[in-house]
């Protein structure tokens, strides 16, 4: 139970740090 909790946070950062990082890139293509 705890080792699902703490895969799901650690797969949501990852997301969160891949979402920025993909929108930095495409705002940074863009201009």
Known sequence: ???RI??????G???VYLV???DNFF?????
């Open 20 to 22: 920025r990082w993909i």
């Open 1 to 3: 139970m705890l080792v």
């Open 27 to 31: 705002s940074r293509y863009r201009k």
């Open 6 to 11: 703490i895969s799901m946070v650690i797969a």
């Open 13 to 15: 950062v990852i997301i």
